[in-house]
Every structure is written in C-alpha cells, then in structure tokens.
C-alpha cells in the first residue's frame, strides 16, 4: 500500500507566516544567489537565457540541463547525449502527453500507466539519472505539477518513505484545498509572482527548514 504520510514544514504552522514569507523571499533573491547569504537555486525557475523556455515545453534543452545544477545536481556527459539527441524524440513524446496544472488539480493518484510515471520511468533508465534528477528535470518542465523530490524532502517529510506525488497530492487536496491555498496565499504574502507554483513554494521551505536554515519551531 502506497504511504500517505506527509508532514508539513513546521514553518507553515499558524502563526508563522511572516517568518515563512521572509525565508520564501531570502531563498528566491536572485541577487543574492551563490552568495554566502544567497541560494544558487534562485536561479532554477526563471532560468531562461534564450528566451525559448515556453515554446521548449515539451523537450529536454541545453538550459534545463544547466537549470538543475543551480539544485546541486550535474547531468553526466554520456546522460546529456542521451536526452538532448538520441532519446529527444521519445521523451518529447511522453512530455507532450503530461499535461501542466496544479498537482492540487489531479483528481486521481497518479499510476504507472499515468504519462507522468511514464516519463520518469523513461528517465530512469538512463545511465547517471537517479529519482532526485529525473524529479528535477521534469519540475522543471511541469513546475506546477511535478514534485522536486531528494534525500532532504525524504526524510525531513516524508518520513523516508521515498514516496512524494501521492502523499503531497492528497495532503494539497485535504481540507478543502486549504495546504494549496496557504502557499498561494504565502507566494502572495512574500511578493515573489506565481513564477513559483505551490509545490515550488513547499519545497523551498521544506528544504530549508531541512537544512537547518529555518528554525524548526
């Protein structure tokens, strides 16, 4: 049976908005990025030096190659060769078919026959992708829908089940949508733009508060 536990980020409790508006804002600052005060993960989002991020939807690209090493991860030459010329045309395929929207949207779990499962099964398979990769290079394709998932996110809530899509889905939909509803209200809150979707928004605290760069309580 498929883990449902997802445990928040303490910084999300009532009353600690302000704090969780602060830190959402310190993580995102581009100008501070690869500072000593900075994250090199402010620039993962909007990475878009060419200007062709939104006509490149369905397609792996040079730059989302070079977006997941602002998350600490490097895609191996041998890798690189595999999703830019001789698996492009197949994972194009499957990208096409996994259609962008709010992970607080799907109404049914995610399943292995699901295009999303799909593609990172295809991912996968290539020689030097692990699940933290492939998790950040399809967020970064379908930044709304698909989770970044790594060792930090696994055990600081998930609980080290190395679960994430179908927990963080129901815990989002839970309660009258009222998780999702509090990180679009705290994206508000910090001033950051809906450039970060909820899940990003999570994640940024999750990780942060994971790594000790948050106070857990």
């Known amino acids: 049976m498929t883990p449902t536990t997802f445990r928040r980020p303490a910084v999300l409790a009532p009353g600690r908005e302000d704090e969780a508006a602060r830190h959402l804002r310190r993580y995102v600052d581009v100008s501070t990025a690869g500072t000593p005060s900075g994250f090199t993960g402010a620039f993962f989002d909007g990475w878009d030096p060419d200007g062709r991020r939104a006509e ?6 040079a730059d989302d190659l070079v977006a997941v090493t602002f998350l600490s991860v490097e895609i191996p030459p041998r ?5 830019l010329v001789e698996q ?3 994972l194009s395929r499957l990208l096409a078919e996994v259609v962008e929207r709010d992970l607080v949207d799907v109404e049914e779990p995610l399943t292995p026959s ?8 295809a991912l996968r398979t290539i020689d030097g992708i692990g699940p933290t990769t492939a998790s950040k290079l ?5 930044p709304r829908l698909l989770p970044i998932y790594d060792s930090v996110i696994d055990q600081h809530v998930l609980s080290g089940s190395g679960v994430l899509w179908e927990p963080l889905r129901q815990a989002l939909r839970a309660d009258g949508r009222a998780l999702h509803e509090q ?5 508000v809150r910090a001033g950051v733009g809906d450039s970060i979707s909820a899940i990003r928004v999570v ?3 999750a990780w942060m508060e994971g790594k000790g760069y948050i106070p857990a309580s």
């Open 114 to 121: 699901s295009p999303e499962w799909q593609l990172n099964d």
């Open 183 to 187: 990180l679009v209200a705290l994206r």
């Open 138 to 142: 399809m967020a970064r394709k379908r």
């Open 203 to 205: 994640d940024i605290l």
């Open 79 to 83: 890798a690189a060769q595999q999703l």
């Open 56 to 61: 490149d939807a369905d397609r792996f690209t």
């Open 88 to 90: 492009r045309g197949a």
